[in-house]
């Protein structure tokens, strides 16, 4: 069970980290008044009326279910907590937690209050921060989305994360060929695209594939820490594969942890170099040139 005694020391907590702790208090009705709390009340209450109208003792098994629903309540709260609890140190000093809807605070627990497992709720911790810190970052539609996911969903993102490259700042899936082996030994293949394609994460076009087009003559690209300049030789168009990502795709980049695969760097410099008509110039290694 996840410590959440930074919750109760709300004094301890940098002023954006206090606010954010208010404002999710107010809009699910308290973390320091848990929604049990509420709601076994009402549940004694509703026992009451049953014994004043039968004049006999609550049966067995109404006691059973009101146990029942305060174990499961108790394990929600946990789940809310424990999230809330991830997110405040990662809620920037100049963070607006102030200017977050309410109804988009009481989706996004209603969305994750049944989320126990410690990776999913570093996902989940990673959302609610970046909503605090920069108000209408994440839509509804994608808290829904990220409600829908199970574990192996989220592993498979972070596989296919691997091979985003940043063009002129905008996040680029690059995947040339579903078939290939440098996308297939790290998890994606043309099922897990389909799949990725099915549930709204991108659009996969096996066929015709994709094409940024109207960039300007030069170019900057980013793959982790390694920053490349391109220049097209003709049509400044650059095909960048099957599959592109959704809106939804787009907003949990940030959130989703991956690493490089080094290879990749080079199978991509290689391809456009050769297969799409660009000029490539020496990387630079971000930070340190």
């Not at 954006?16 to 049990?36: H, M, N």
Request: glycine residues 4%; charged residues 25%; aromatic residues 10%.
């Amino acid at each position: 069970m996840t410590d959440t005694t930074a919750l109760a020391n709300i004094g301890e907590l940098s002023k954006p980290a206090t606010v954010l702790v208010e404002k999710v208090s107010d809009a699910i009705g308290g973390i320091f008044k848990p929604w049990q709390i509420r709601r076994v009340a009402q549940a004694e209450a509703e026992a009451e009326k049953i014994r004043a109208v039968s004049q006999i003792e609550i049966s067995k098994l109404h006691h059973r279910a009101l146990q029942r629903f305060v174990a499961e309540e108790a394990k929600r709260q946990n789940n809310i907590e424990a999230i809330t609890a991830k997110a405040l140190p990662q809620v920037d000093e100049n963070a607006q937690p102030q200017n977050m809807e309410d109804d988009w605070i009481t989706n996004f627990f209603d969305k994750c209050r049944l989320i126990s497992d410690d990776e999913m709720q570093s996902l989940w911790s990673k959302v609610l921060a970046g909503e605090a810190n920069s108000p209408g970052k994440y839509s509804k539609r994608t808290v829904n989305f990220l409600g829908s996911l199970d574990k192996s969903d989220a592993i498979l993102l972070q596989a296919l994360y691997k091979f985003i490259w940043f063009i002129e700042g905008e996040a680029t899936l690059l995947i040339y060929n579903s078939e290939a082996e440098i996308y297939n030994k790290h998890g994606i293949d043309f099922s897990s695209l389909q799949h990725l394609d099915e549930i709204g994460f991108l659009t996969f076009e096996s066929l015709r594939g994709f094409v940024a087009d109207k960039l300007q003559k030069n170019i900057s690209t980013v793959y982790y820490d390694k920053s490349i300049n391109i220049e097209f030789e003709n049509k400044n168009d650059l095909p960048i594969g099957v599959a592109v990502l959704s809106k939804i795709g787009k907003e949990l980049e940030p959130i989703c942890s991956s690493k490089p695969i080094p290879e990749f760097f080079d199978y991509i410099i290689e391809d456009w170099a050769i297969k799409k008509g660009v000029r490539v110039f020496s990387p630079i290694l971000i930070g340190k040139q």
